[in-house]
């Protein structure tokens, strides 16, 4: 079985600030793997995911993560983030060919970008 | 485009009451989930459909049951309502393989 942990429960960052929000996952076959962000009182949108090949992917919103699988990683960034990018985010996985839908999900992390 | 509609967006029950949410797409996706979202704990898994006619239970399925007739419609019906499932439900869907999910609004469900 696959896991996921998303290291920072909130991050907290001032507008125009960097942002890194970590995400570390375990599994014994290949992975898919998806950052998810969710607004308040919505569903959650795909951010961006990674399938195969280049390791690193870029999303909606200027937002780019990095597939490292030595360290079993795919942490999120983006350069300078904005008041709207204020939610909560989720770092997901699936085992690799099978249905996306059976993904687990890692816990969340509230990104909160302050003026 | 409707994507994935659920509803009711609110509903308070009361302890052994029962309910079912209703959830539709319009993507033609095979695959269509229901998860509950609880403080800190993420998504958690509870059945799942790669189409219809066909259900699977997934982390946390008790409690709850589920029926897919048609490709469209997923509904999740709960029997006998108990306050631990207190929670906000989203239900989501996909194509079979290697896709990721839409999700709908979610809702917010509150037993007393």
């Known amino acids: ?115 | 485009n409707a994507g994935v509609t659920q509803t009711p967006k609110f509903q308070v029950l009361k302890t052994g009451q029962s309910m079912t949410l209703q959830c539709a797409q319009d993507m033609n996706h095979e695959y269509m989930s229901w998860y509950r979202q609880d403080p800190g704990m993420g998504l958690r898994l509870i059945h799942y459909s790669v189409g219809a006619g066909i259900t699977d239970q997934g982390e946390v399925p008790n409690g709850y049951n589920v029926s897919r007739s048609t490709t469209e419609d997923f509904p999740l019906r709960l029997l006998s309502a108990a306050p631990s499932q207190t929670s906000v439900y989203f239900c989501a869907s996909g194509t079979v393989k290697n896709s990721p999910l839409h999700f709908g609004n979610g809702t917010r469900l509150t037993v007393t």
């Open chain 1, 1 to 115: 079985a696959q896991s996921v942990t998303q290291l920072d429960s909130q991050v907290p960052v001032f507008e125009e600030a960097p942002v890194e929000l970590r995400c570390n996952y375990s599994s014994s076959v290949s992975v898919y793997l998806f950052w998810y962000v969710q607004y308040p009182n919505q569903g959650l949108q795909l951010l961006l995911k990674y399938l195969s090949g280049s390791t690193l992917v870029k999303g909606i919103n200027g937002f780019e993560a990095e597939f490292n699988k030595s360290q079993t990683s795919f942490h999120l960034r983006k350069p300078s983030v904005h008041i709207s990018d204020t939610a909560e985010y989720f770092c997901a996985v699936s085992v690799y060919n099978t249905n996306a839908g059976k993904s687990t999900f890692g816990d969340g992390t509230t990104l909160t970008v302050k003026p």
